[in-house]
């Protein structure tokens, strides 16, 4: 808590760079700078591990209420759609809120119309928790439900409970769908909006146009570096984040911080000659916005090493007050153990105001070696305004608490030191 390095990190990889979509040159520039800090750093065994990754160019786009009125709304393509055609794609809009309301209506009154799925993300509810996974499943699935429906395009409202009329891009699939149609997110208030219109029985219709276009995947590459265990140097505790963001804003929370996070970690041990037992391994993932390469491409490449992977930790859930890990692992009894140790650790880390361990919870880079029996975890955070920002041109650095991004990086370092140096590995009977 004494300096600030992470914070001079964030202005570079945030301020210098920018956002940093899948097979992007600003994706690129990421990585080798975030491979030339870990070196500056003194981390050992620097390197870039090759990954194939999408391409996704967004291209130009809107969208333009036709009627009852002409208006401009605010829109993001949604990553991983097509485009529409160069006039655009304008129809009347159906409203749904759910599957069951959409195929309850029928292919005759959907054929031929745009579809908007208007399902509103509830609020934040500290016993519950952000609600994020049921609510995303429209914006992923919407545009294969549609088109099934003999839709011509699909809308999902932006999935957050909070809104300045700032819309939510994100990654959706078509599936084996045979007809591919472009999707797009309105924001919360142009959604309600035109549910209600509708909702008082009058026609809205809108002119979709979208340049999105899916390319030929490219070559991208996850980062990784080292402090090199003491005693048992190939016995590896993962940290870590995903360089790659969506193409709007500058990914500040999502997930710039989670690489900062683990790079600062690392860096701090290293200044206090804090060498542990085990290797700790910072991996910064790519792609794992729109595909999970990254995380995927490391499990396979290092198969031969899961035996030797103690734990995996994944910080990608912004970077707010911290509170603590989730933890997860196939083994059941394994993570029951894991449970308990990682409650004793998380005393150290008391006075940052974080305690909380939640068992069976994870991260989605560090969810490939689920499999092998490894104890993942994922780095938690109070959350209540995380998807605020959430996937839009919003998530900027002046988002970030400096504060909260110290005691984030304190609580990572403890802990990472902590799991490499115990005498017994995680979720083994001590």
């Not at 995947?217 to 990784?224: D, K, M």
Request: hydrophobic share 40%; proline share 5%; charged share 20%.
């Amino acid at each position: 808590m004494g300096g600030n390095h992470a914070w001079r990190k964030m202005e570079e990889l945030c301020d210098g760079i920018g956002h940093r979509l899948s097979g992007s040159p600003q994706l690129e520039q990421a990585i080798l700078w975030a491979a030339e800090r870990m070196r500056g750093d003194g981390l050992q065994n620097v390197r870039l591990e090759p990954v194939t990754v999408p391409r996704w160019v967004r291209g130009e786009e809107s969208l333009e209420l036709i009627a009852p009125r002409h208006e401009s709304l605010v829109m993001l393509g949604l990553g991983g759609s097509v485009g529409t055609p160069p006039e655009g794609i304008t129809g009347e809009v159906v409203v749904v809120d759910s599957e069951e309301s959409l195929t309850s209506l029928g292919s005759d009154a959907i054929r031929g119309k745009i579809v908007l799925f208007n399902n509103p993300m509830p609020p934040f509810d500290p016993s519950h928790g952000t609600q994020y996974g049921s609510s995303v499943k429209y914006r992923v699935h919407g545009a294969r439900l549609a088109s099934e429906m003999g839709a011509t395009a699909c809308l999902v409202r932006s999935v957050t409970a909070g809104s300045l009329r700032t819309p939510h891009t994100g990654s959706m699939r078509y599936g084996d769908v045979a007809n591919k149609i472009p999707a797009a997110a309105l924001t919360v208030e142009d959604a309600s909006m035109i549910a209600r219109l509708v909702e008082r029985r009058i026609p809205v219709s809108v002119t979709l146009k979208m340049e999105a276009k899916n390319h030929a995947p490219v070559e991208s590459a996850n980062v990784i570096g080292e402090i090199i265990g003491r005693e048992r140097p190939e016995e590896i505790v993962v940290i870590g984040g995903h360089i790659d963001s969506w193409d709007v804003g500058q990914g500040a929370h999502d997930d710039a911080c989670g690489c900062i996070l683990a790079m600062e970690a690392a860096r701090i041990l290293k200044q206090l000659n804090l060498i542990p037992r085990r290797t700790i391994r910072v991996v910064l993932w790519t792609n794992e916005e729109n595909g999970l390469g990254g995380g995927k491409q490391y499990a396979k490449n290092h198969q031969s090493q899961m035996l030797n992977h103690v734990a995996a930790i994944e910080s990608d859930s912004g970077c707010f007050a911290p509170r603590g890990f989730g933890v997860k692992c196939n083994n059941k009894a394994k993570q029951d153990r894991a449970v308990v140790q990682m409650q004793e650790i998380m005393k150290l880390v008391e006075s940052l105001g974080a305690r909380q361990i939640i068992p069976g919870q994870g991260a989605a880079d560090v969810s490939p070696m689920v499999q092998y029996d490894v104890v993942v975890m994922g780095h938690e955070v109070e959350q209540s305004t995380y998807f605020h920002y959430h996937h839009t041109p919003a998530d900027t650095l002046d988002k970030i608490d400096p504060h909260d991004l110290s005691r984030n990086v304190a609580m990572l370092a403890t802990v990472a030191y902590v799991l490499a140096d115990m005498e017994e590995r995680i979720g083994d009977a001590p």
